[in-house]
């Protein structure tokens, strides 16, 4: 059974930085992705970046690109989410999801949603102005 368990969420001032990490276990093969998604109050879910377990490729959205890394410890099957220069838009609730990709190279697709077939519970990351 696939488990995500994200943690290091928290509050932060505007100019900050967190790290999320999101535990990934019960995946038999080496082909899928993960994604970090968020979702801040009133609005729909988004991806804010993924990677490909083959290939360590990743993608992201141009409202992070720059500030956000994904990075991933296949010894300690962690993915990271390292988010610097942080803005209060960057506040809402954060997800890693897990899904089947074969591919070594990441594309869009992966920053939507329906790719995704396991879910953590999320994390809250608030930023004040």
């Known amino acids: 059974q696939v488990q995500l368990v994200e943690s290091g969420g928290g509050l932060v001032q505007a100019g900050g930085s967190l790290r999320l990490s999101c535990a990934v276990s019960?995946?038999?093969?080496?082909?899928?992705?993960i994604g970090w998604f968020r979702q801040a109050p009133g609005k729909e879910r988004e991806g804010a970046a993924c990677?490909?377990?083959?290939?360590?490729?990743?993608y992201y959205p141009d409202s992070v690109k720059g500030r956000f890394t994904i990075s991933r410890d296949r010894a300690k099957n962690t993915v990271y989410l390292r988010m610097n220069n942080l803005k209060p838009d960057d506040t809402a609730d954060y997800y890693c999801?897990?899904?089947?990709?074969?591919?070594?190279?990441?594309?869009?697709?992966?920053?939507?949603?329906?790719?995704?077939?396991?879910w953590g519970r999320g994390t809250q990351v608030s930023v004040s102005s």
């Open positions: 990677i490909t377990n083959r290939g360590g490729d990743t």
């Open positions: 999801a897990a899904g089947q990709w074969e591919g070594t190279w990441a594309s869009p697709t992966l920053l939507g949603p329906g790719m995704y077939d396991y």
């Open positions: 019960g995946f038999t093969s080496d082909n899928y992705a």
